[in-house]
C-alpha cells in the first residue's frame, strides 16, 4: 500500500502546530534508496560523525524489503529527509516491551539544507497518522546516546523519555535511549 502524507494533520495535538504544508513525505521506491542514502548519510555524518558500517547499513536500504517502509520528504521536487518504519504486518515498534500497542522509525535524517523547514516534524506527523491506521496508541523510538541535537527535537516535539526502555546498539557498548509520544486522539 503506497501512502502519500501531505501535511494536513492539525490533529496531532494542542502541542504541535500544523507542519510545514510545502513538506510531502510519500513512500520511497527503490529507485530513490541510492539518493535517500546520500541525504541519510550527509545527515548523520553533518550531525554526528559516522564510521564506515553506518554509512554502509544507511547506502542499502533494499535489506529492509518486506520488512520496513522507506518514507521520503520533499519540499518541492528535492529530497530533504527520510525515515524508516516497519511495513505493514511487520512488529511496528523498535522499542522493546511496549505496554501498549506502538509504531517506531528509525533512520530519521533530514538533509542539512533542508534543515529548520519542518521536515523531521513533518516526517514524524507522517508516523503519526500511520500508527493511527494502525491502531497503535503510542510511537516508540530509540536514540543513540551522543545524538544530543535529535533529543531536544524529540523533547520539543512532545517525546518523553522512558530509561527502563533504554538498550544498546546490538554488538557494541553504544546505549540507546528510548523515547515515546502518545498519539493524541484524532479531532474530528
Not at 12 to 31: E, T
Not at 33 to 61: K, M, P, Q
Not at 93 to 121: S, T, W
Request: aromatic letters at 8%.
Amino acid at each position: 500500500m503506497s501512502h502519500v502524507h501531505s501535511n494536513t494533520t492539525e490533529s496531532i495535538g494542542s502541542a504541535w502546530a500544523p507542519p510545514n504544508p510545502r513538506v510531502v513525505v510519500r513512500q520511497a521506491g527503490h529507485d530513490e534508496f541510492g539518493a535517500i542514502g546520500d541525504v541519510l548519510d550527509r545527515a548523520y555524518d553533518t550531525s554526528y560523525g559516522i564510521d564506515d558500517d553506518y554509512r554502509d547499513e544507511l547506502h542499502h536500504l533494499e535489506r529492509f524489503d518486506g520488512l520496513a517502509d522507506v518514507w521520503a520528504a520533499r519540499i518541492d521536487d528535492d529530497l530533504v529527509g527520510a525515515l524508516i518504519t516497519p511495513a505493514a504486518g511487520q512488529p511496528s515498534n523498535y522499542v522493546v516491551d511496549p505496554p501498549v500497542p506502538e509504531i517506531g522509525f528509525r533512520m530519521l535524517g533530514v538533509d542539512p539544507a533542508g534543515r529548520g523547514k519542518g521536515v523531521a516534524k513533518a516526517l514524524i506527523a507522517h508516523v503519526i497518522e500511520l500508527g493511527r491506521e494502525r491502531g497503535a496508541q503510542r510511537v516508540g523510538i530509540y536514540s543513540a546516546e551522543h545524538m544530543l541535537q535529535a533529543h531536544a527535537m524529540y523533547r520539543r516535539l512532545g517525546f518523553v523519555r522512558q530509561p527502563w526502555r533504554d538498550s544498546h546498539i546490538p554488538g557494541s557498548d553504544v546505549p540507546l535511549f528510548a523515547f515515546v509520544l502518545d498519539i493524541p486522539e484524532e479531532q474530528k
